[in-house]
């Protein structure tokens, strides 16, 4: 299975509903949205913020797999391949990992 860009996800803004203008939020829902919150509500979040930022562990989890665009080689086998996966401290591809 080949990665994907998340451009290729993208809504390019054509509707393929057939619908015309279902899509495009009203001028009304656009101002409520525009304008700015009661400050009470803003600093709730702040507050909010401030405590799920406590709530991260000390040390995280280390990294299961890497990437790089122009490929590295694997350590089992010596291909050049884009992925690698941790395999008992050794950077290995998708075949050679013990799954």
Known sequence: MEDRSLDEFLDDGSDESGSPGESEPSEAADSEESEPEASGESES?????EESVAELPDDPEPATSSWTPDGEICEGCGESVDRRWDDGGQQVCRSCKEW
Do not use: R, T
Not at 45 to 49: I, L, M, T, V, Y
């Open 45 to 49: 979040n702040a507050q909010a913020d």
